[in-house]
């Protein structure tokens, strides 16, 4: 039996996800397994034509399809994510209609479920027979038990191409609305937003009046008093992409630092603006490429969160309401990098003078959030993603991610870790004795406790 993998990391041969691979072409010798370094040799598959069909060779011989690569940001890497654009741009769909295929990803468990969630996305829009996901942390081959339970899942996909198993479609086909956007409402001068001294900054992949997002960013520009900033993230000096090297996590400084203009880009730009609105196009299950190079390049300060108090929402033009997924991922960047989650605005529903009115209020609340400060809760996507990081920083990685574990030490990242909580040991010591003598906690009523400091704040009158 033939077996694919087409590789998603950086690192070609050299990635940790590809070990996994080799451990079960040791296990099982009898089969072939042909690794292609898709992610590594992007540039070469979208520039020269017979590099690309070379690897379209390769897939229409398989008889199992391997999609493998470590997270980045939430997702694949962004070489990986052109070469799944360039399978739908260049007409090679029909290839993988049929196929077996299965999905192995490796990383720290920081929102690998959204990766395997795209992944899964692509292969259901390709009708591929989806087996299913192996979302391995990245040591795990080397601890016996879940070496084991690789080995094993990998046998039950062999099974399943040798017994023609049938498998289930999870996801339905993306439908785009036929709808041309075209602004109706000229805001008045008297009417347009004042920023108050906050800085807007605006990055867009589309800045085109033709069409419907350049139309919106446009719009919503217009809608300000004062000459707000719009950028084209495709005009942004970006010689390379996110090649997984992780030097930066010795002192947060890029390998491509002098050699293009991202880091002062990202610094002086993005981080200094107080109210950012982000503008895509949905392409496959997530946006451009071009985005997510955007987002990968911008990791150069690792596990810190960079854009700190300020307002993020997006303006996307595509079918968002049909993918959960990126709504997860777009909400969750915002919520850990200690900002404010504004929403979206999209071209999906809603007449065009509804969208006038939407993008107007949109920069007018962004404002009025920012001239107060206000920073909503996070909810689990912001809370849960901060512990992850937390954790494995303070532990395992913090060897290799220095500068981030001398953020967490000075900005009281650690300070988060429970057995820190002062007030809470304290309760517990007075508390825990008491709940085990039983004529105490069957006599202790538990919602009046729980509700009696909520009772002193609501009767105290300075407060």
């Known amino acids: 039996m033939k077996f694919?993998?087409?590789?998603?990391?950086?690192?070609?041969?050299?990635?940790?996800?590809?070990q996994y691979i080799l451990y079960i072409k040791k296990k099982h010798p009898e089969h072939e397994y042909v690794i292609l370094n898709v992610a590594q040799m992007i540039n070469k598959l979208e520039t020269k034509q017979e590099k690309l069909l070379e690897v379209i060779q390769e897939l229409k011989n398989a008889d199992g399809i391997v999609w493998g690569f470590p997270v980045y940001v939430m997702l694949v890497c962004s070489q990986y994510k052109r070469f799944i654009e360039l399978i739908f741009d260049r007409g090679f769909e029909e290839l993988f209609n049929g196929k077996y295929t299965t999905v192995l990803s490796t990383s720290i468990h920081f929102y690998d479920h959204t990766a395997q969630n795209y992944i899964h996305g692509i292969c259901d829009d390709l009708k591929m027979k989806y087996f299913g996901f192996f979302a391995a942390d990245s040591w795990d081959l080397l601890y016996p038990d879940r070496r084991k339970n690789w080995l094993f899942f990998f046998e039950k996909f062999i099974n399943m191409i040798n017994t023609n198993q049938p498998t289930s479609i999870y996801h339905q086909s993306l439908t785009n609305r036929e709808f041309h956007y075209e602004p109706k409402q000229l805001v008045n001068e008297s009417d347009k937003i004042d920023t108050r001294g906050k800085k807007v900054l605006v990055l867009s992949e589309d800045t085109n009046n033709l069409t419907n997002l350049g139309r919106m960013v446009n719009t919503f520009k217009k809608s300000f008093l004062d000459n707000i900033e719009l950028i084209n993230i495709n005009?942004?000096?970006?010689?390379?992409?996110?090649?997984?090297?992780?030097?930066?996590?010795?002192?947060?400084?890029?390998?491509?630092?002098?050699?293009?203009?991202?880091?002062?880009?990202?610094?002086?730009?993005?981080?200094?603006?107080?109210?950012?609105?982000?503008?895509?196009?949905?392409?496959?299950r997530f946006l451009s490429s071009r985005w997510k190079l955007v987002y990968d390049r911008a990791f150069f300060n690792n596990h810190t969160p960079t854009i700190i108090d300020k307002q993020l929402g997006y303006i996307?033009?595509?079918?968002?309401?049909?993918?959960?997924?990126?709504?997860?991922?777009?909400?969750?960047?915002?919520?850990?990098?200690?900002?404010?989650?504004?929403?979206?605005?999209?071209?999906?529903?809603?007449?065009?003078?509804?969208?006038?009115?939407?993008?107007?209020?949109?920069?007018?609340?962004?404002?009025?959030?920012?001239l107060a400060n206000f920073i909503k809760p996070r909810t689990f996507l912001g809370e849960a993603a901060m512990k992850v990081f937390r954790d494995d920083v303070y532990g395992r990685n913090r060897f290799v991610f220095l500068a981030d574990h001398e953020y967490y030490e000075s900005h009281g990242v650690y300070n988060t870790f429970p057995q820190n909580d002062e007030r809470a040991k304290k309760l517990n010591e007075k508390l825990i004795p008491l709940m085990k003598i039983d004529k105490v906690r069957n006599r202790m009523d538990l919602k009046q406790e729980f509700l009696r400091p909520f009772k002193k704040l609501l009767e105290s009158p300075n407060k």
């Open 4 to 18: 694919v993998i087409l590789n998603g990391s950086p690192k070609g041969n050299e990635s940790v996800t590809m």
């Open 235 to 284: 005009e942004i000096d970006i010689v390379g992409p996110c090649i997984g090297c992780t030097k930066c996590g010795y002192n947060h400084e890029c390998i491509y630092k002098d050699k293009d203009e991202f880091t002062d880009f990202w610094t002086k730009k993005v981080m200094l603006a107080d109210i950012l609105i982000f503008a895509g196009n949905i392409q496959d």
């Open 316 to 370: 996307i033009s595509g079918p968002l309401s049909q993918i959960p997924n990126l709504r997860e991922i777009l909400q969750a960047h915002v919520e850990y990098q200690d900002s404010n989650f504004l929403g979206f605005i999209t071209d999906e529903f809603g007449t065009s003078e509804e969208i006038d009115g939407l993008l107007y209020n949109f920069g007018k609340l962004a404002v009025e959030y920012s």
